[in-house]
């Protein structure tokens, strides 16, 4: 099993995919739509998020705020050459160690390491 984490485009710090909820769409909904914006992949979306995690995000209009973020698992069935965000930010497959290990999030490397036995329970 491997995780795609996408730079940040401020930091360059390697992250997940994540925006803010959408109208008309569920927060799984939202997620997929992010995650092909943000990391240029198409897949089928968990309804049910693996877990939550609090960030520090920039609005455009807000400014600086500590958001609640559900987490769900997507599993890529394709990957796009181009892509909304392609050239603001890199992708990359990481191995469920390596991808703990760049994270900067405690609880993002939390999530990551709960992926292995998420995916035997959907199995």
């Known amino acids: 099993m491997e995780v795609l984490?996408?730079?940040?485009?401020?930091?360059?710090?390697?992250l997940i995919p994540k925006g803010w909820p959408m109208a008309g769409?569920?927060?799984a909904q939202a997620a997929a739509q992010e995650a092909?914006?943000?990391?240029?992949?198409?897949?089928?979306?968990?309804?049910?998020?693996l877990g939550w995690l609090t960030h520090d995000k920039q609005h455009d209009l807000f400014?600086?705020?500590?958001?609640r973020i559900a987490v769900h698992a997507?599993?890529?069935?394709r990957e796009l050459?181009?892509?909304p965000e392609l050239g603001q930010r890199k992708r990359r497959w990481f191995?469920?160690?390596?991808?703990?290990?760049?994270?900067?999030?405690a609880e993002l490397a939390?999530?990551?390491?709960?992926l292995k036995s998420h995916a035997r329970a959907r199995h």
């Not at 191995?95 to 999030?105: M, R």
């Open 81 to 83: 050459a181009t892509w």
């Open 110 to 114: 939390g999530l990551i390491r709960r």
């Open 36 to 49: 092909y914006e943000e990391a240029g992949v198409h897949g089928i979306i968990e309804p049910d998020p």
């Open 63 to 67: 400014g600086a705020m500590t958001v």
């Open 95 to 105: 191995s469920l160690k390596q991808a703990v290990e760049q994270v900067d999030s």
């Open 74 to 77: 997507l599993a890529v069935q």
């Open 25 to 27: 769409l569920s927060l």
């Open 5 to 14: 984490l996408v730079t940040s485009r401020r930091s360059g710090r390697w």
